[in-house]
């Protein structure tokens, strides 16, 4: 049985860190690149960050460069997102995303408020 479990999330005032995790079962983790997407409430989902099956090519939206570091630990089956300085405009329901070739597996997403 397929599963990405993400963890992680809650509220954090502005300027604030968390670091979200992913553990996946039941697929070969590191055949798999992954992402994170987020969701924020009246807004499309859109990608953050993407990191390559061995770890080495990474990849954020404009939005959270210098801020958010995606990375992996294939021995763990886990990836994460280090966010850093955190705004309000952060504020999304965050999801863990596996591809390969034509199968996508998506996590049933963790909630990250930034507000004072």
């Known amino acids: 049985q397929v599963q990405l479990v993400a963890s992680g999330g809650g509220l954090v005032q502005p300027g604030g860190s968390l670091r979200l995790s992913c553990t996946a079962s039941g697929f070969t983790f590191s055949f798999y690149s992954m992402r994170w997407y987020r969701q924020a409430p009246g807004k499309e989902r859109e990608l953050v960050a993407f990191?390559?099956?061995?770890?080495?090519?990474?990849y954020y939206v404009d939005s959270v460069k210098a801020r958010f570091t995606i990375t992996r630990d294939n021995a763990k089956n886990t990836v994460y997102l280090q966010m850093n300085s955190l705004k309000p405009e952060d504020t999304a329901v965050y999801y863990c995303?596996?591809?390969?070739?034509?199968?996508?597996?998506w996590g049933q997403g963790t909630q990250v408020t930034v507000s004072s």
């Open positions: 995303n596996a591809q390969a070739t034509t199968r996508v597996y």
């Open positions: 990191i390559s099956t061995n770890g080495t090519t990474s």
